[in-house]
């Protein structure tokens, strides 16, 4: 079956750097996706990956290892107002999206 | 784990005709779903919150006329795209709030529905 597993939640400190891991079991693959949703408000885009290795943007990057079904989001200088969940989403081979259940970031002063 | 289906996966459809596409939630009761309209590699954009028993609110600049809404019963919402164009293709994505978390926060999404309009 289709699967995609992150940890439910999450608590780091302002200004230091957190890595959010995801795992994914998808029927082909056509990329993974990393999005951010506050509380009351739509998902934002972070990211995509589709082909291995590591995309830099901003504070914020995202990897993928294809062989290993993984895929993580790391999030540097953290800030107050990156307290959200974050949700990761791979794509299968009919373009549909596989969601998790989302990691809920909690930032502490 | 909460699931939220769509049907269909994805349609092809000649312009000026509507199409409806369903939201499920599998397992647990949703008195609130929400409509996204994705476009590629970009955010998602909330088109209208369903509530079950009323009618659904849009967001600005969303034709409400366009975009039927019905969220008959907990575990079901429909959107009906009416008279579509071809710039109304795109991948449309539901999610559901589960009642019985008490978390109002936590949404579960959908698949997804890919939409083309020749």
Same mark, same amino acid.
């Given at each position: ?20 891991n ?24 972070l ?15 995202s990897?993928?290892?294809r ?9 540097k ?8 969940s ?24 | ?15 000026g ?14 008195t609130t779903m ?21 009618k659904a ?5 969303? %034709?409400?006329?366009? *975009?039927? /809404?019905?969220? @008959? ?6 959107? $009906?795209? #009416?008279?579509?164009?071809? %710039?109304?293709?795109? *991948?449309? /994505?539901?999610? @559901? ?6 978390d $109002?926060? #936590? ?9 083309t309009?020749?």
């Amino acid at each position: 079956g289709q699967n995609i597993d992150q940890p439910t939640e999450m608590t780091a400190t302002e200004g230091a750097i957190v890595q959010i891991n995801c795992t994914y079991q998808t029927s082909g693959f056509n990329g993974l996706f990393w999005y951010q949703q506050h509380a009351g408000e739509a998902p934002t885009f972070l990211s995509y990956n589709v082909l291995d290795g590591l995309e830099e943007k901003g504070r914020f990057s995202s990897f993928l290892s294809r062989s290993k079904g993984y895929s993580y989001l790391l999030l540097k200088e953290l800030q107050m107002k990156d307290s959200a969940s974050y949700l990761c989403a791979g794509m299968d081979s009919n373009y549909q999206l596989i969601w998790g259940a989302g990691t809920k970031l909690i930032i502490k002063p | 784990g909460a699931v939220v289906s769509q049907h269909p996966s994805w349609v092809i459809c000649k312009s000026g005709t509507s199409v409806k596409i369903e939201c499920r939630s599998l397992d647990f009761q949703a008195t609130t779903m929400f409509w996204y309209r994705q476009f590629p590699k970009q955010s998602l954009m909330l088109m209208a919150t369903s509530n079950e028993g009323s009618k659904a609110t849009y967001e600005q600049g969303v %034709e409400k006329d366009k *975009f039927l /809404i019905n969220h @008959a019963s907990l575990t079901l919402s429909t959107l $009906t795209v #009416t008279s579509a164009h071809p %710039e109304d293709s795109s *991948f449309y /994505i539901c999610s @559901a709030r589960d009642l019985g978390t008490g978390d $109002t926060d #936590t949404q579960y999404f959908g698949p997804g529905t890919r939409l083309t309009v020749l």
